[in-house]
């Protein structure tokens, strides 16, 4: 029998550009991404039991049965590897705000999957569990490896990059999802789009250059949203009113982050808290 309790970080993307499309109807995507320490917490109790898998979380909204990440994720594995299932129960405790582009439950998915394969004695190596999350989550096999990496693909080819930013990250999630089909389907109607300088990106990370880093970055699917989205556009109007930071968004949103100094107070995040009424607004650092 084995209890763990699994902390599943959160990621941000520091650039997303869009540069193509499969025949599948899978875009093709060139963006860093960059794991953060605000983490969801799994309570994972695995019997020697044949069985099945039961889910608990403290969001109400959220679905514990097929649709749910975690039961893919048992269903996968248990396939793949042809072993007999396990009677498992898993508490999730969130805490990374949904539909905000922060990987978390991609994250979750793959802090699971790798308890399973702990469980069963390593039963697969790493790339056959990034294999088994990727048809599951575009995010999951970069946390499986959950290191700093230039992610190209749908997502799943990963080149690591060195992180040595000193910084803080401030996460604003409003309590607004967007749908990611229509920032992709508006990517045809923008006349022009600003590209993210990956390489600048990438060397600002290395030298501990924020302001390099602040000003490479840009995301495609922001610009595709604002076309459309007037909450998305009434919230980057007010982030930008914050003259001290400069915020982006984060994957397909709805989530913004700015970097910020290791000596950002409390009070500073809660002025920031006073004028985004409608926000959750944490504050973090990388991994």
């Known amino acids: 029998m084995l209890k763990e309790i699994v902390q599943a970080n959160a990621k941000i993307n520091i650039g997303l550009n869009v540069i193509g499309q499969l025949d599948n ?6 963006m860093i991404m960059a794991p953060i320490n605000l983490c969801d917490r799994l309570e994972i109790s695995i019997s ?10 403290n ?17 996968a594995f248990y396939r793949k590897s042809a072993l007999e299932p396990r009677d498992i129960t898993v508490f999730l405790e ?17 802090a699971f999957l790798k308890t399973l394969n702990k469980y069963h004695q390593d039963f697969f190596p790493k790339e056959t569990l990034s294999e088994i999350g990727l048809k599951i989550g575009a995010d999951i096999p970069f946390f499986i490896e959950n290191t700093c990496a230039r992610a190209g693909g749908i997502g799943e080819v990963l080149t690591p990059v060195e992180n040595n ?9 409003p309590d607004f999802g967007v ?35 602040i000003h490479s970055v840009e995301n495609h699917l922001e610009q595709a949203l ?18 001290d930071y ?4 984060s994957g397909s949103g709805s989530a913004y982050f700015a970097l910020v100094s290791e000596n950002t107070t409390e009070e500073q995040l809660q002025r920031l808290r006073n004028m985004l009424m409608n926000c959750e607004v944490f504050l973090c650092s990388f991994l």
């Open 165 to 173: 930013l000193s910084c803080k990250i401030i996460i604003v999630k």
């Open 226 to 243: 604002l076309i459309t989205d007037s909450k998305i556009a009434t919230l980057k109007k007010t982030l930008e009113e914050w003259k």
């Open 48 to 57: 020697d039991k044949s069985g099945t898998l039961k889910i608990n979380t």
């Open 179 to 213: 749908s990611t089909k229509t920032a992709y389907k508006n990517l045809t109607a923008l006349a022009f789009r600003r590209d993210a300088d990956i390489a600048s990106v990438i060397e600002g990370l290395r030298e501990n250059s924020a302001e390099k880093v």
């Open 25 to 30: 109807g899978y875009h093709i995507l060139d």
């Open 246 to 249: 400069r915020f982006f968004m």
């Open 59 to 75: 969001i109400h909204d959220i679905p514990t049965d097929h649709r749910n990440i975690l039961y893919k994720i048992y269903e």
């Open 94 to 110: 969130k805490k990374i705000p949904h539909e905000a582009g922060l990987g978390g439950g991609s994250s979750d998915g793959a």
